[in-house]
C-alpha cells in the first residue's frame, strides 16, 4: 500500500481539522490548503502549501475558484499505475494528491435559518463537491475524508499501515462521500424546486423532483412477518426526540412492528399538555387517558378502556416513569415501554422483565425538517404534509351547546381520534377513551365496535361523548349513540345529509359541534 504523501485539506466544519492534520504531518504528509482551512491551520502551528502557491493562481472571483483547476484534479483522479497517466503527470508537473479532506459549505443550514435567495445561492458549494467525487471515484488511490467523525479512526490506521490507508477504508469512506453529495445536491434541489419561478411568490410545498435521505441505524430481523426483511433507518441530518435517536435502556431488539408502534404512541402522547398513558396494539390505541393526578391514574385509566387488548402492547408517557409505576407495569405483559426518561428505581424493576424493550426519547417534540410525510405506494411515493392541525374553531350546531366538562372531553375524544385508523369513532368520559371503533369498513360498525367494546369492559357510557374523524353520511350513528347513553358529539361536518344527522341529536337533546376539518388516517 502507498504511503498518504500529500494531502488536500479544505473544510467548513473545522472541528477536529486542527488535531487531524498535526497527526498527518508529524506522519510526513504534505498539507495543500485553502482560505479559512489554511489559516487556522497556520495559526495552530501547521505548515500548510497556499492553494494559490501550487496551482499559480490566485483564488479570484470571491473565492468561487479556487481547487478547479488541473493541477488539483489530475493529482486526485491520476491512476497511479497507468503509465500514460504518470507521464501525462509528470510533464505538465501534476503531483499526485493521496488524501482529500474536505466537507461542503452549510446550504443546508443556510436555508434551515431563513436566509436570503442571494446568501442561499452563494452557500451552493462547487469546488467542494468536485473534489469530493473525483477522490471517491479514485478510491483505489485516494482516501477521501468528509466527516469530522472519521478522523481518529483513519490516523490510528495509518499509524498501524506506515502511514497507509488500506483498500478497505478508502473504499468505505468513498462510499460515504458519495451519500454527501447525493444529500446535498438534493438538498439543493429540493429547495430550488420549491421556489416559484420569479423567485418572488409563495414557495412550492412540492418540488417537481424531491430528493430524500435516509441514514441506516440498523438491520431487522424481519419485517411485519417473518419472511419479509426489513431495516430501520433515520432522516438526515438525525431529529432530535425522535426513535432513531432514542435510548434503549434494556430488552430484546426492536423489531418492525415495534417500531411502527412506538411511533404512534410517541405522536399521541405528545398531544396532551397534562400527566397523559396511550397503549398501543397493532399501530391503533387500545386505550388512552390523561389525568391531573398523574401517570398512574392515566395507566388505570387507559388500561380501563381494554386491558384485553393491552396483553403484549406498547405504551407511552409524557412524563417520568418512577418506581411505584414500574412496579404496576410490571404486572402486565408488554412489548415495550416508550417516555422521556425513566428514574433509576423504575429502571431496576423494569429490566428484571427479560425481553421488556425501555425506551427512552427525549420530551420535547420537533417537527421533521422537511414537515412531510411519505408512504410508498406501487411504482411511487405519495408525499403530504404532517396532520398537525388541531380544530380550534369548534362551531355548535345543534340546539343544545356541550357542557364544560362535555367539551373538555370532546376535545380530548377528537384528539385520540386523529390517531386511530379510519373509519374512528372515539367514545370518551373523564379525559379517558370508554371505546375505540377502528379501521372498519362502514362507519356505523365502527360505532357499534366502540359500544361493544365498552361493554365488554364493563364501561357505562352514561354522560360519556363521541368523536368521528370524518362526517357521518346517515342519523344512524347519532342515534346508537343516544340509545348507549352518549350526549355530545364532535365531528368534522360537511355531509349532504347534515342537516338529518343535527335533527337526529337535537331530537334527543345531544349537543354536537363541528369542527370542519377530518382526520382520516389510512
Not at 495552530?44 to 479556487?66: C, H, N, Q
Not at 426489513?230 to 432513531?244: D, E, R
Request: hydrophobic share 40%; charged share 25%.
Amino acid at each position: 500500500m502507498r504511503k498518504v504523501q500529500r494531502a488536500i485539506v479544505s473544510v467548513t466544519d473545522k472541528t477536529g481539522v486542527l488535531e487531524f492534520a498535526r497527526e498527518l504531518v508529524a506522519m510526513g504528509v504534505e498539507i495543500i490548503s485553502t482560505g479559512g482551512t489554511a489559516e487556522v491551520l497556520k495559526k495552530g502551528g501547521v505548515t500548510v502549501i497556499p492553494i494559490s502557491a501550487y496551482t499559480g493562481f490566485p483564488e479570484m472571483l470571491d473565492g468561487r475558484v479556487k481547487t478547479l483547476h488541473p493541477k488539483i484534479h489530475g493529482g486526485i483522479l491520476g491512476v497511479r499505475d497507468n503509465e500514460a497517466h504518470a507521464r501525462e503527470m509528470e510533464n505538465y508537473g501534476i503531483l499526485p494528491i493521496d488524501m482529500v479532506v474536505v466537507n461542503l459549505y452549510a446550504f443546508e443550514e443556510t436555508v434551515r435559518k431563513g436566509k436570503g435567495f442571494e446568501e442561499a445561492v452563494e452557500n451552493i458549494d462547487i469546488g467542494g463537491p468536485t473534489m469530493i467525487r473525483a477522490a471517491a471515484k479514485n478510491f483505489r488511490h485516494v482516501a477521501c475524508v468528509v466527516n469530522p467523525a472519521d478522523y481518529p479512526a483513519i490516523v490510528r490506521e495509518m499509524r498501524e499501515k506506515d502511514g497507509a490507508v488500506s483498500p478497505e477504508t478508502r473504499f468505505n469512506l468513498a462510499k460515504k462521500a458519495f451519500q454527501l453529495t447525493a444529500r446535498y445536491d438534493g438538498a439543493v434541489s429540493n429547495w430550488l424546486g420549491a421556489l416559484a419561478d420569479d423567485r418572488e411568490g409563495p414557495a412550492r410545498k412540492f418540488p417537481d423532483t424531491f430528493t430524500s435521505q435516509f441514514r441506516k441505524i440498523q438491520d431487522l430481523r424481519y419485517g411485519e412477518n417473518p419472511h419479509q426483511q426489513a431495516a430501520f433507518y433515520g432522516s438526515i441530518p438525525p431529529v432530535p426526540a425522535t426513535l432513531s435517536t432514542a435510548v434503549k435502556h434494556h430488552g430484546k431488539e426492536l423489531s418492525y412492528n415495534n417500531i411502527l408502534d412506538l411511533s404512534s404512541a410517541l405522536e399521541l402522547v405528545r398531544e396532551f399538555h397534562e400527566p397523559a398513558c396511550v397503549i398501543i396494539k397493532h399501530n391503533n390505541p387500545c386505550g388512552a387517558a390523561m389525568s391531573k393526578l398523574g401517570l398512574m391514574k392515566a395507566l388505570d385509566l387507559a388500561l380501563a378502556c381494554d386491558g384485553k387488548s393491552a396483553f403484549g402492547g406498547i405504551v407511552g408517557f409524557n412524563g417520568t416513569v418512577g418506581a411505584e409505576l414500574a412496579e404496576k407495569l410490571g404486572d402486565i405483559f408488554l412489548e415495550a415501554i416508550v417516555a422521556p426518561s425513566f428514574d433509576e428505581g423504575a429502571l431496576g424493576i423494569l429490566k428484571e422483565k427479560k425481553n421488556l424493550r425501555i425506551i427512552e426519547v427525549e420530551k420535547e417534540r420537533h417537527k421533521p425538517l422537511a414537515g412531510v410525510e411519505m408512504k410508498m405506494v406501487s411504482g411511487g411515493t405519495l408525499i403530504q404534509t404532517s396532520d398537525a392541525e388541531s380544530a380550534s374553531d369548534l362551531k355548535t350546531v345543534t340546539e343544545r351547546g356541550p357542557t364544560d366538562e362535555e367539551l373538555a372531553d370532546l376535545i380530548f375524544a377528537w384528539t385520540v381520534c386523529k390517531h386511530v385508523k379510519s373509519n374512528a369513532i372515539i367514545i370518551a368520559k373523564g379525559g379517558a377513551t370508554l371505546g375505540i371503533g377502528a379501521g372498519q369498513m362502514s362507519r356505523i360498525d365502527s360505532t357499534r365496535i366502540a359500544v361493544i367494546k365498552a361493554g365488554d369492559a364493563g364501561l357505562a357510557l352514561k354522560g360519556s361523548v363521541l368523536a368521528s374523524d370524518a362526517f357521518f353520511p346517515f342519523r344512524d350513528n347519532v342515534e346508537l349513540a343516544a340509545q348507549s347513553g352518549i350526549t355530545a358529539i364532535i365531528q368534522p361536518g360537511g355531509s349532504i345529509r347534515d342537516e338529518d344527522v343535527i335533527k337526529a341529536a337535537n331530537e334527543r337533546g345531544m349537543a354536537m359541534v363541528f369542527t370542519g376539518m377530518r382526520h382520516f388516517r389510512h
